[in-house]
């Protein structure tokens, strides 16, 4: 049971790339969130999808799109990667909304 | 955004000693009420989440909540330096969990 799988674990992205960060779930939750996560901001809400089928804005969504391509997976999508976008990427999948989220093992990316 | 505060340590305490950790919470609304441990490089896991007013056991941690005064705090007795990590606390608010940035606690031996 893997839990929740995030590819890649590591990425450096230059100034304007793109990338997309994967996400999956192995637990048949119907919720699952992108946070991000800087030194002394705490973690942060980038996006959400409450189940299959919809996706809606957190606290911190300029810059980014996600994809929910189905129960399991859960994609986030950087169109023109800036260097504020430095950070480390944890997708959370939980049973239902407010309930006990599990992380993935977190992506670190940098832009340069 | 509602805000969830504890403060960032760091805690250090003596093997076997009691740390006790805080979080406040400014959204009354809110009902649900977590405990995430991160160690560094790590991603956080879920150690407890308590719903009603009171104590929740769990083993070495207890959870403690009161609505009334917007507190919850986390218990963990005879601490262990395996303890040392960055505990996260986290409410729900509205659609997903909001969390706190987190206590430092260090376990000295």
């Known amino acids: 049971n893997a839990g929740v799988t995030q590819t890649p674990k590591f990425q450096v992205l230059k100034t304007g790339q793109s990338m997309t960060l994967q996400c999956a779930q192995d637990?048949?939750?119907?919720?699952m969130y992108w946070y991000r996560q800087d030194p002394g901001m705490g973690l942060r809400l980038i996006y959400y999808s409450a189940s299959e089928g919809t996706t809606d804005k957190g606290e911190v969504p300029n810059g980014y799109n996600v994809s929910r391509l189905n129960k399991r997976e859960f994609s986030l999508r950087l169109e023109s990667a800036a260097p504020s976008q430095t950070s480390v990427y944890f997708c959370?999948?939980?049973?239902?909304?407010?309930?006990?989220?599990?992380f993935g093992q977190g992506t670190r990316l940098t832009v340069v | 955004q509602k805000e969830v505060e504890q403060n960032s340590g760091p805690l250090s305490v003596p093997e076997g000693a009691i740390a006790s950790l805080n979080c406040t919470y400014s959204?009354?609304?809110?009902?649900?009420f977590f405990w995430y441990r991160q160690y560094s490089g790590k991603s956080p896991e879920l150690i407890m989440f308590?719903?009603?007013?009171g104590d929740k056991e769990d083993g070495r941690f207890t959870a403690q909540l009161n609505k009334a005064s917007q507190y919850v705090s986390l218990l963990i007795r005879d601490s262990q330096p395996s303890d040392s990590a960055t505990y996260l606390c986290?409410?729900?608010?509205?659609?997903?969990?909001?969390f706190g940035k987190g206590t430092s606690l260090l376990v000295t031996p």
């Open positions: 986290a409410v729900n608010q509205g659609y997903a969990l909001n």
């Open positions: 959204d009354r609304g809110s009902q649900s």
């Open positions: 959370a999948s939980s049973e239902q909304l407010n309930t006990e989220a599990f």
């Open positions: 308590i719903y009603s007013n």
């Open positions: 637990m048949n939750h119907n919720s």
